[in-house]
């Protein structure tokens, strides 16, 4: 199998804070990960491609200050979205991708409401 | 630019109905396009597809690539309540680890 979990599912936080969403690949080892936002009956949006040892891929208008993404080892990547803001609210996906067969596989995202 | 177009972007069936979703691309370098499936949280893998014209197959679901027509194509038989979701349809090109999503059909199945 390929198992992909994300932590929290959910959060909520105040304006201003930082918050800071997990990404874990446990039965494979994953070089990239992806992060992805969507917003309620649209498609998912790519925001980053993130590789395990340098640094994220951002894409066009993802601001990379706002969107921290750290991919520390071959099965944890970590986003942080700083200062958060309500227009920050939305679900954050994650997805691995099992190298040998070229496949992503999803986490179960993170639901992200800033108050 | 690389796209890919979903279509119909929302559709309303009866139980035991057959189903046919579509998805065109215009992508450079095709490397594989992904079928998954979304209900409330996030996608699950349903089908990769990379060579042409070789169906996959998962109980009544089917899916098949036309690298001529630069599409795909899911299929559904005889659907059920439990296959209303929204399925996406992502094209990965070689030399990018990158996948780029379509919008989505969003299928309702009615008891």
Redesign the interface.
């Known amino acids: 199998g390929a198992v992909v979990s994300q932590h929290p599912s959910w959060v909520i936080c105040k304006s201003g804070t930082s918050v800071k969403i997990e990404c874990r690949s446990l039965d494979f080892q994953a070089t990239?990960m992806?992060w992805y936002r969507q917003f309620p009956?649209?498609?998912?949006m790519?925001m980053a491609?993130s590789?395990e040892g340098s640094k994220a891929t951002y894409e066009q208008g993802v601001e990379k200050d706002k969107f921290l993404i750290n991919h520390a080892s071959l099965t944890l990547s970590t986003l942080t979205v700083t200062s958060a803001h309500p227009e920050d609210s939305s679900f954050y996906?994650c997805s691995a991708?099992k190298t040998s067969?070229?496949?992503?596989?999803?986490?179960?995202?993170t639901r992200l409401l800033v108050l | 630019e690389d796209k890919v177009v979903q279509s119909p972007l929302s559709l309303v069936v009866h139980e035991g109905d057959t189903v046919t979703l579509n998805c065109s691309y215009e992508v450079t370098n095709f490397?594989?396009l992904?079928w998954?499936k979304q209900e409330k949280?996030?996608?699950?893998?349903l089908f990769?597809l990379t060579s042409s014209g070789i169906e996959k197959k998962s109980g009544r679901l089917s899916s098949i690539l036309d690298k001529k027509e630069l599409s795909s194509i899911l299929n559904i038989t005889a659907t059920q309540t439990g296959d209303s979701a929204i399925y996406?349809c992502?094209v990965?090109a070689s030399g990018t680890?990158?996948?780029?999503?379509?919008?989505?059909t969003?299928l309702k199945v009615l008891a």
Do not use: D, V
């Not at chain 1, 009956?41 to 998912?44: E, N, P, V």
């Open positions: 990239t992806f009956k649209q498609s998912l790519l491609t590789n996906i991708e067969i070229e496949t992503q596989y999803f986490g179960p995202g | 490397r594989s992904l998954y949280k996030a996608p699950t893998f990769m996406l992502a990965g680890y990158k996948y780029i999503f379509g919008t989505g969003r």
